[in-house]
C-alpha cells in the first residue's frame, strides 16, 4: 500500500525568506500524481500545485515550486518570498491511477511565518 | 458561488444524538468524497461516491451512512453520537476519472460531541 511521510510536524520561516517543506512517499507504481494542499486557519483546503508522476519538469506556480525526485520518491515544496498569509498547515498528497483515485494524505506540516 | 458548500458549519450536540451533515457542490463533478480530519490534523477518508453510486467504504463504524440523491448531493448522516466522533468534517468533490484532477474541499464541519 502506497504511503505518504512528512516528516516535519512544525516549519518556521521569517518573512520574506524561503522555506522547503518535504515529503516523501512509497510507491510500487509508475504513474500517479503527487499534490500540495494547504488548509490555513479558516479550515479550507486549497490545492497549492500539482505534478504528475510522468512529466520530468517540476512544477510551479509563482512563488511555489517542487522539487521532484521520481527516483528518491520525494516531492518537497519550495516557497519563495514567504508571505504572512502562507502561514497553515501544507499536506502532501498521492494518488494513483487506479484504487478508485483515492488520494493518500501525510501528517501534515505547520507553517508558521514570522514577521 | 461557493463551489462545495457543506452544511452547518458547525455543530454541537449531545452524546447518543444522530445528527447529519450536508453537502452540495456546483462543479459537475462526478466525484464526491466524505473526510474527517481529527485533532492532529490527520485526514481520512471516510465514503466517496461516484454518480451517486458508493466507490470507497472505508472502515468507520456503521453508525455512519453516506446519502447521495443526486450526484451533486452527498450526504453523511450519524446515528449515536459519540464523543470520538468530534472532529472536522469535510466534503469533497472532482471529475472522473479524476487520476490528476483536484479534489475541490467544502469549507468544513466542525462536529463536537459533548
Known amino acids: 500500500a502506497q504511503t505518504v511521510t512528512q516528516s516535519q510536524p512544525e516549519m518556521s520561516v521569517q518573512e520574506a525568506e524561503t522555506v522547503t517543506l518535504s515529503c516523501t512517499y512509497d510507491t510500487s507504481e509508475s504513474d500517479y500524481y503527487l499534490f500540495w494542499y494547504k488548509q490555513p486557519p479558516s479550515r479550507q483546503m486549497i490545492l497549492v500545485i500539482r505534478q504528475e508522476a510522468y512529466k520530468q519538469q517540476n512544477a510551479t506556480e509563482n512563488r511555489f515550486s517542487v522539487n521532484f525526485q521520481k527516483a528518491a520518491k520525494s516531492f518537497s515544496l519550495k516557497i519563495s518570498d514567504s508571505q504572512l498569509g502562507d502561514a497553515a498547515m501544507y499536506f502532501c498528497a498521492y494518488r494513483s491511477e487506479d484504487s478508485n483515485y483515492q488520494l493518500i494524505w501525510g501528517a501534515g506540516t505547520k507553517l508558521i511565518i514570522k514577521p | 458561488d461557493t463551489a462545495v458548500s457543506q452544511t452547518p458549519k458547525y455543530l454541537v450536540t449531545q452524546m447518543g444524538n444522530d445528527k447529519s451533515i450536508k453537502c452540495e457542490q456546483n462543479l459537475g463533478h462526478d466525484t464526491m468524497y466524505w473526510y474527517k480530519q481529527d485533532s492532529k490534523k490527520f485526514l481520512k477518508i471516510m465514503f466517496s461516491y461516484n454518480n451517486k453510486e458508493l466507490i470507497i467504504n472505508e472502515t468507520v463504524p456503521n453508525r455512519f451512512s453516506p446519502k447521495s440523491p443526486d450526484k451533486a448531493h452527498l450526504n453523511l448522516h450519524i446515528n449515536s453520537l459519540e464523543l470520538g466522533d468530534s472532529a472536522v468534517y469535510f466534503c469533497?468533490?472532482?471529475?472522473?476519472?479524476?487520476?490528476?484532477?483536484?479534489?475541490?474541499f467544502g469549507a468544513g464541519t466542525r462536529l463536537s460531541v459533548l
Open positions: 469533497a468533490s472532482t471529475p472522473w476519472p479524476s487520476g490528476k484532477n483536484i479534489q475541490y
